[in-house]
């Protein structure tokens, strides 16, 4: 397919980190978010990135911004487990229209098949507007394996990640039509939502 057909997106990426954003240490979500919404989407895309403290008020600016910058998908990455800093589910809750509760229950089945801990983990997918926002893990690794989901050693799928449904999700909310490479994450339609080349 002529990518230049294709719609283009604008995609909000928020790292949430105390020390990241004190510049402590370099971040490392904002790259692993960019690089691997780059390799799944065969979009042009725009990305808005945000590095930002763990502060409740100071994330929910940020998504609030970023919806009203017309970015169709916001993910953040960091600030979703249960220490006292950790806000971020807050923080998006505090501005969603509607939760959408399936997203946290797969991300946190998929973390269960590396570490026991995962039953720990806050992440939670929310509507605002015609945009969806969702809460990642914090490590690179995690982040990756959450939205690609679990393949076995020749390729095969054996867990669907969860952006396996997030283009439908966006479809279904009003927003831009995304074309994702199957060698990354094979999306599901049903057969009247998919798009024809045009």
Same mark, same amino acid.
């Given at each position: ?76 990455? !960091?600030?979703?487990?249960? #220490?006292?800093?950790? %806000? ?7 501005? $969603?229209? +509607? ?75 009003? !927003?831009?039509?995304?074309? #994702?490479?199957?060698? %990354? ?7 009247? $939502?998919? +798009?024809?080349?045009?």
């Amino acid at each position: 397919m002529n990518t230049d057909k294709l719609d283009s997106i604008k995609i909000g990426i928020v790292s949430i980190s105390d020390r990241a954003s004190m510049g402590v240490y370099e971040d490392k979500g904002l790259p692993a978010l960019k690089e691997w919404l780059s390799r799944a989407l065969k979009n042009p895309i725009t990305f808005e990135p945000r590095l930002i403290p763990d502060e409740q008020p100071a994330i929910s600016a940020a998504l609030v911004d970023l919806v009203d910058a017309g970015c169709a998908l916001v993910v953040t990455t !960091g600030g979703t487990g249960p #220490a006292p800093r950790d %806000v971020t589910p807050e923080a998006t809750l505090a501005v $969603a229209d +509607r939760e959408m509760p399936g997203f946290g229950e797969q991300m946190r089945q998929i973390s269960l098949h590396f570490v026991p801990t995962a039953i720990l983990s806050r992440q939670c997918a929310v509507i605002r507007g015609k945009c969806l926002i969702i809460n990642l893990p914090g490590q690179p690794k995690s982040i990756k394996e959450t939205l690609e989901g679990l393949k076995d050693s020749e390729g095969k799928q054996l867990v669907a990640g969860i952006f396996a449904a997030v283009p439908y999700c966006i479809d279904l909310i009003g !927003g831009p039509y995304m074309e #994702a490479d199957d060698s %990354v994450c094979k999306v599901f339609r049903p057969k009247t $939502a998919i +798009r024809t080349a045009r």
